[in-house]
Structures are given as C-alpha cells and as structure tokens.
C-alpha cells in the first residue's frame, strides 16, 4: 500500500510563490507516476501537473506552464510542485497522487491514479 504525505502550501500574497512537496512510502517513487492535481469546493478537481516514474516525463497544465513546475527526486521518493506568480485563482485544496507504472508512464487523468494524499490548502490573498 502506498501512503503519500504532503507538505508546504498556506496562504500568500498574490505574486508570491509556494512549493508544495508529497513524499511516497511503501514503494518506490521511481516505480510510481505522481501528479497534482487541484479543487475548489463547488467545481470539478483539474489536472495541474504530472511526473513519469524517472521524471523524465512532465506535463503541466497549459495554463499555468509559465508559472507552475513539476520536479521529482526518486532517491527522496518526493514529487515536488513550484508554484511563482501565485494568483487568487490558484486558491485551491491541492491534492497529490501516486499510481505504480512504467518508468517512462505518464498519466494525466485523476480516475487513473490509485493512491491519494490528503491535500494541502494553498490560498492565495490579492
């Protein structure tokens, strides 16, 4: 079974920047695509970013590919997400998520992911 914890997030100044960091146990994240993904209560949960087992393969969601980075480091087993140029916008419960693949999978769909952290809340102030 694969537990991911997440850390970082809080509240910013719109402009400012955050970095979110999910760490896997019980197996390793090179054997493991991760992804982020984000809601707001009331609206659909959207795909914001996603790594391929060696991260070697990323996608970021066009819209905030100038402003949003993903980045994994297997030998910490943790996926990270640089957020610059926050925006209100960006206010959102900010959830990670794990599913075993090959190492070059990447999966950008939530309904195929298997495992789930618990969200970080990142709000951003104007």
């Known amino acids: 079974q694969v537990q991911l914890v997440e850390s970082g997030g809080g509240l910013v100044q719109a402009g400012g920047s955050l970095r979110l960091s999910c760490t896997a146990s019980?197996?390793?994240?090179?054997?493991?695509?991760m992804g982020w993904f984000r809601q707001v209560l009331g609206k659909e949960r959207e795909t914001v970013a996603a790594?391929?087992?060696?991260?070697?393969?990323?996608f970021v969601q066009y819209s905030i590919s100038d402003r949003f980075a993903i980045s994994k480091d297997n030998a910490q087993n943790t996926v990270y997400l640089q957020m610059k140029n926050l925006r209100p916008e960006d206010t959102a419960l900010y959830s990670c998520?794990?599913?075993?693949?090959?190492?070059?999978?990447?999966?950008?769909?939530?309904?195929?992911?298997?495992?789930w952290g618990r969200g970080r809340q990142v709000t951003v102030a104007s």
């Open positions: 998520a794990a599913v075993e693949a090959t190492p070059m999978g990447l999966i950008t769909q939530a309904h195929r992911y298997s495992y």
């Open positions: 790594i391929s087992g060696n991260g070697d393969a990323t």
């Open positions: 019980g197996r390793a994240a090179s054997d493991l695509a």
